[in-house]
């Protein structure tokens, strides 16, 4: 028997359609929203009767942006901790005026207030408040490994912040919100999830307007692996746990994209 991965589809297609009439009108049809995604309408009628595994991150990522709305917000349903009436309440929360509308491809920009979020998640918190102005670096894997490793090739590069995910759900969560130059990502079992969320992260624009850079871990290295994490985006794949070495010449990378440090002058 095979077992849907996320089995909340229904809930996903409700809101689909709730957001599309929305913006196209009460007459839209099922079939408007398959072809959104690229599927014939007999196709997409089975992912509404959660036949089908249709709420894979591309597609999530493609709906988010026919839909305006963020790509969290459908990958929170889909991952099904999120409602439909809690979507609507957080995305009409967070309707702007006509004259401040989002510009596409352009991260937001918005100030690091991280006081609560630090305590939890990032690996300086004083650090990260205060001088992660520059670059946002991120570590995604199942218990935290690598955290001190990363703390300690952080610790030579003041300018930057660094954070940690225990799993890919609050992952993706910080992702979101923080848009970060590096990721570092521990794709744990390598299934066809964590190859999605590798696709999410590296499709997510960062803060300094370049698309995210991920590094993909991995404990086996083989063909199975690393083809499918490179077509997911990974622009790096290698062992995990991940090594101070990699840290160290990743973050060097970082730097130089982000280019020379702004003196202050005097």
Not at 140 to 157: D, F, I, K
Not at 158 to 181: F, N
Request: net charge positive.
């Amino acid at each position: 028997m095979k077992t849907l991965r996320h089995p909340p589809s229904k809930e996903l297609w409700k809101f689909c359609m709730e957001r599309l009439r929305e913006l196209r009108g009460p007459d839209t049809r099922e079939r408007d929203l398959a072809n959104i995604l690229g599927f014939e309408h007999s196709r997409a009628v089975r992912w509404k009767e959660g036949q089908m595994y249709v709420d894979r991150a591309e597609y999530l990522v493609r709906l988010a942006d026919a839909l305006d709305v963020e790509t969290m917000l459908l990958v929170a349903m889909a991952s099904g901790t999120l409602t439909v009436e809690q979507a609507h309440r957080q995305l009409a929360g967070a309707a702007k005026p006509d004259g401040d509308k989002k510009k596409r491809g352009v991260p937001r920009a918005e100030p690091l207030e991280v006081a609560s979020d630090a305590s939890l998640f990032a690996v300086d918190g004083a650090k990260f408040e205060t001088g992660g102005g520059r670059g946002v670096v991120l570590l995604v894997s199942a218990n935290g490994e690598g955290r001190v490793e990363l703390g300690q090739a952080l610790g030579r590069h003041t300018d930057l912040g660094g954070m940690v995910a225990t799993g890919v759900a609050i992952g993706l969560c910080l992702a979101e919100r923080y848009r970060p130059e590096l990721v570092f990502l521990d794709l744990g079992l390598a299934n066809v999830h964590a190859f999605e969320s590798c696709r999410v992260l590296s499709s997510m624009t960062s803060r300094a307007g370049r698309r995210t850079r991920v590094v993909a871990g991995t404990a086996t290295m083989t063909d199975a692996v690393e083809k499918p994490a490179l077509m997911a985006g990974a622009a790096n794949v290698t062992l995990f746990p991940f090594s101070s070495s990699l840290f160290e010449s990743e973050l060097d990378r970082l730097e130089e994209r982000l280019g020379p440090r702004k003196v202050a002058r005097r």
